[in-house]
């Protein structure tokens, strides 16, 4: 076809107007590795090569432990310490249950590896919920638990930033 050099001259012109012409915007770009036992979080910034962020332990990564001690909010390696001390406060890789029924093979795998840990249904969609009664007086959802830990995340990346 005689139209074939044509087109590709012209999306080759508009390419390269639009390149020259563009405006760049330039940030930083946070990953989380959110595994099922362990968490990484990496910063990409423009002129900084990729690193692993280390967390407040100066370690690269973190339990994905949670618990609430003294009215303090604990994730990683501070809540994964308390583990033997308080067992009935500690979640260990709580987010191995987002989404999954209470009554799940995966949930009451996790139970026996969990034995004390407070799992309720949610009575809105019969997903895992978890108390903590000795320290707030409300029911936390899988996916609120899993929004703190992230936002833990979140907070380690913007002290390395």
């Known amino acids: 076809s005689t139209w074939g050099p044509l087109l590709s001259m012209k999306h080759l012109l508009l390419t390269a107007v639009l390149l020259v012409t563009s405006t760049c915007a330039f940030g930083a770009l946070l990953g989380i590795d959110f595994g099922s036992q362990w968490g990484k979080v990496s910063l990409v910034k423009p002129g900084v090569p990729m690193d692993v962020v280390l967390n407040v332990e100066s370690k690269r990564k973190t339990p994905t432990s949670f618990t609430f001690h003294e009215e303090l909010v604990l994730v990683g390696d501070p809540a994964t310490n308390l583990a033997s001390r308080f067992p009935s406060k ?25 034995p004390h840990a407070a799992l309720f249904a949610d009575p809105e969609r019969a997903t895992v919920s978890f108390r903590f009664p000795d320290v707030i007086n409300e029911t936390l959802t899988i996916e609120e638990v899993t929004s703190i830990m992230f936002g833990y995340f979140k907070a380690v990346a913007s002290s390395f930033a």
């Open 90 to 114: 500690v979640l260990s890789t709580p987010q191995q249950l987002l989404g999954q029924p209470l009554d799940g093979e995966l949930v009451k795998h996790w139970r026996a590896a969990n």
